[in-house]
């Protein structure tokens, strides 16, 4: 999709965590729009939506499953698929500038009512993206996306977090891009990000969740956004994971939501004495069992509240194991799979594996099926109870090398072993070819006849090739010559008495025919060194002109040779 002028487009990715049993498909987890409210209208130049109830269906409302893994932004480069495991998107609007009747100023929005707990803590974390162009149109009239939270009981909008993003304002943690061709407009554009609903004020509240999406309010404006909203399908009402270790594990690690601008980790609810920052806190030894831990996050001024997250540790005596790969080996430019099962062969079964670029699986890796660079990468185990460890892996990428011996040069008819110019490796397979595209196979590469360049291609066990030339020097002979008298004298006398072909060069002899000037057949020789005495069947032939046929071949050109000349004899 190539960048239009004047666009605004919205990435935003939900992921709720902390879901109650009466919040049933709050993250899409049935595939559909169930307990969700879609409606859809139309936004004025005052910048007031009117919007009415709507059944959710393409393309301002499509349900994304994992068939679009993989796929990224192509502004910001980011995932349309929260890259947390979940198994369903669901995308809000699309990006045509006006409705299938021409209505330009499109608004969709979607809803969700639940009852809060009794009590206790409870929190709803989201993550999202987004990406805008700013048309640079007055406030009101720009698009945005803006996200609510409504306290139905009391009938007011609870001010932490409520916001929107409108381009042009103070955007926290955008970056800004140019728009190719466009120098009056620009692409805000922000990563993945997390804001929390603290909801433990609110017991026994009716709460309505409130996520909309408009385009511009010009008048036939063409200006328009979209979001996508993702889910993690297993939570849990801490948002803190890796709160449960197994038996024998050394170390455990706790790690917070990812996309808040700090994190301060506590043990208990004693909060005079902070015993972490970052998004992750790795406890070694694992602590006792039951032990508590609180965490405080710092959301990005104007993108959510300050919010407290509790979690209390448990041990399983349950085994756990998770093994990994030293070093995952690949082809330049094909790329490695991490989640191919060879990789981590030897684990436990039943575990979630999720991918990750540092060491505490904070940064994930957005598309472990096809690795194309180089480094260190990390793997984390989770089993069903909660146990979990992350341990490296190392990918590499490199074509297997070919050391040449240059063979010395020879004469022909000697020939020259193809298979013993290079230095052989263990695990590498040769083959032999007679072009660069490594397409034509040397039919006996241990007895080369001709000189010239051949080529030694190499493939080591993960397909990857290399194709090296190398030169063969074979002086060729001499060119052939067939030659014999033209005349002779069978008299006895021991000088000229027969007549006998010489030949120079590499030729094989075939046959020789001598012919009368009639075309009569008189003598047959099979090698040089056999000869004509003039005579047919013992008896003497008269003086007179006959004719050679000599047929043999050029043993270096691999070519036929058929050669003739006349013969005067004299008695």
Known sequence: MKLFKNLFIIFFLLSFKALAQNTPNIGFENGDFSNWVCYSGLINTAGVSNVAVTTPSTPYFTIIGQESKGITDEYGGFPILCPNGSNYCVKINDNSAAQPDGTSNKVQRITYTFQAPAAGAYSIIFNYAVVLENPNHSYLQQPKFTAQVYDVTDGNYIDCPSFEFVPGTSLPGFTEATVAGNANSSIFYKDWSTATIDLKNYHNKTIRLEFSVNDCAVENGKHFGYAYIDVQDNTSSSGISGNAYCLGQKYMTLLGPTGFLGYTWYSGTDFSTPIGQGQALRVAPPPANMTPYSLIVQPYDGLGCVDTLYTVVNQINEGFKLNVQDTVRGCPGSGVDLTAASVTAGSSAGMTLSYYTDSLGTAFL??????????????????????????????????????????????????????????????????????????????????????????????????????????????????????????????????????????????????????????????????????????????????????????????????????????????
């Open 366 to 571: 957005y598309n472990p099926d096809m690795v194309v660079t180089p480094g260190k990468y990390y793997i984390q185990g989770v089993n069903a109870e909660g146990c979990e460890n992350i341990l490296p892996v190392n990918v590499v990428f490199g074509l297997p090398t070919i050391t040449i011996i240059e063979p010395a040069a020879v004469n022909f008819p000697v020939t020259v072993d193809l298979t013993k110019t290079y230095v052989p490796v263990a695990g590498l397979t040769y083959a032999f070819y007679t072009d660069t595209g490594a397409t034509d196979l040397v039919f006996n590469p241990t007895a080369i006849k001709y000189g010239g360049t051949y080529y030694i291609k190499a493939t080591n066990q993960y397909g990857c090739t290399v194709v090296t030339p190398v030169n063969i020097i074979i002086h060729p002979p001499p060119p052939y010559t067939i030659t014999g008298p033209n005349t002779f004298t069978p008299n006895g006398d021991g000088i000229n008495d027969h007549f006998q072909l010489s030949a120079t060069g590499v030729v094989t002899f075939g046959s020789i025919r001598i012919y009368t000037r009639y075309g009569q057949l008189v003598y047959t020789g099979k090698s040089f060194s056999e000869y004509w005495d003039g005579n047919l069947n013992g008896r003497n032939l008269p003086t007179g002109t006959y004719y050679w046929v000599f047929d043999g071949e050029d043993d270096y050109n691999n070519v036929k040779i058929t050669k003739g000349g006349f013969i005067t004899l004299i008695r």
